[in-house]
């Protein structure tokens, strides 16, 4: 039977010397691989687990209940910000009422590109949002994750070094391992027919499309919100608004997103 991963969370509750080895020798009594450890919340662990069958997670289980050092706060099958918070030792942060939307900062660019990268390596069709200021490093966090993800990258409409409207695509360029970036002020505010034309048989497509400053996106088309699988907001502080004041001003096509 195949090794199957799983993610075990605990919350300390009396932090002495010697409990992680205790928890490790634990794991390795029942014949569960730890792939990697990290702190993922203040007095929280995460472990990545590699086990054979559920019978060794039932008996994990249960001795770790009777364990008054530590609770156990998850045990499951990883989902991707399981994986990713035993990596980077932190949890992305998501929206309490959409569960699609997830809040990043400047400081957390790392998190962010590695977050995306993952996303673009899953097959098929997917549509993601990203909401940021002028300038906050939206477009180089996309290329940076195409890149991490070993996938093409082509920019539909962007303003990243020069103002880019694409009405067109060449042959191999319809390909489903291709990230396509668009830009939604751009495509709306400068773009014509031909262009919407295009943007229509990428939407099409089964592959990864990122859409650039989505609610101005969705205003102008037959698209909405809820067409969207993730929203990605990216911030300079956690506060920071979100607002397109400085586009109405006519100041957002006056330098590169660099």
């Not at 014509?192 to 990864?208: G, Y």
Request: proline share 2%; net charge negative; charged share 30%.
């Amino acid at each position: 039977m195949d090794r199957k991963e799983w993610y075990l969370e605990y919350e300390i509750q009396i932090n002495r010397p010697g409990l992680l080895g205790d928890i490790s020798s634990l794991l390795g009594m029942l014949s569960i691989n730890i792939i990697s450890i990290n702190g993922v919340d203040d007095g929280r662990r995460g472990l990545l687990l590699l086990v054979k069958n559920e019978e060794q997670i039932e008996r994990l289980d249960s001795i770790l209940a009777t364990m008054e050092t530590i609770k156990v706060t998850k045990l499951r099958e990883p989902k991707l910000r399981d994986k990713l918070a035993v990596r980077h030792g932190r949890y992305i942060q998501r929206d309490a009422d959409d569960k699609k939307t997830f809040r990043f900062i400047r400081d957390e660019l790392g998190l962010l590109v590695d977050f995306m990268a993952e996303l673009f390596k899953q097959e098929g069709h997917k549509l993601i949002g990203i909401r940021g200021m002028p300038r906050v490093g939206k477009t180089e966090s996309v290329v940076a994750a195409s890149v991490c993800a070993n996938k093409k990258w082509l920019f539909v409409s962007s303003t990243l070094l020069k103002q880019t409207i694409r009405n067109q695509l060449i042959k191999d360029e319809y390909s489903s391992d291709n990230i396509f970036i668009l830009d939604g002020i751009v495509s709306t505010q400068r773009a014509d027919e031909r262009h919407w034309q295009l943007v229509r048989e990428i939407m099409r497509l089964s592959a990864v499309k990122v859409i650039e400053h989505p609610d101005v996106f969705v205003q102008n088309t037959e698209y909405s919100l809820e067409d969207f699988d993730y929203i990605i907001e990216l911030r300079d502080i956690p506060n920071q608004e979100i607002t397109y004041e400085v586009i109405e001003n006519n100041n957002f096509f006056s330098g590169s997103g660099f």
